[in-house]
């Protein structure tokens, strides 16, 4: 490849799924938001590793999503256990353990009342009292759980961790949201063959 064409789709690549020379640039951070998302999309498509697919996935959502610190993608079997797949560190694991252990928690309210479930703090929470002061204990302060799902179908939850009080608005709600229909989408031909052991570090 010469160096004029390489710098030709060095520059198709920079500005693919930016706005028209029109845009006055009001919408930025939108802007910024649906650029990386389509990145990402476009490099989950060429990435044949399913494991470091999903690995990019979750790393993506705690970057993307306002208040994340640490972050899963889960499944549940028979109802009460959880099994993270693909995580961000240590301690996303011991908060799905966690909820596995105690049979409560937002990643099952989540998938199961097929809602987005928001733990604003962990300290005063009184809707999973047991899970809440274990994940307090762990140094995680709020939760955002959000279903994986196409068309319908169940593929899980993308639980996202902070470690601050309140860490999660209605922004991070709707990125999340965002977020998690795009990276169903493209995992969809991968949870066939995830739903095996769990997984691995993300990191």
Known sequence: MTEKKAGQEREQEEGRGRPSEQDTGTMADRDELAVRLGQLARSLQAEDDQDLMLDEVIRAAVELVPGAAHGSISRVINHSQVIPEHFTGPLAVQVEEAQTELGQGPCLASIYEQVTVRLSDTAT??????????????????????????????????????????????????????FAAHAAIACTPLFAFTLGPPGRDAR
């Not at 196409?150 to 470690?163: A, K, R």
């Open 125 to 178: 929470d009184q809707r999973w009292p047991a899970f809440s002061r274990r994940a307090h204990t762990l140094g995680v302060r709020s939760m955002l759980a959000v279903q994986l799902y196409v068309d319908g179908d169940n593929l899980g939850s993308l639980n996202l961790f902070g470690t601050e009080p309140d860490a999660f608005d209605d922004e991070s709600e709707h990125i999340g949201l965002l």
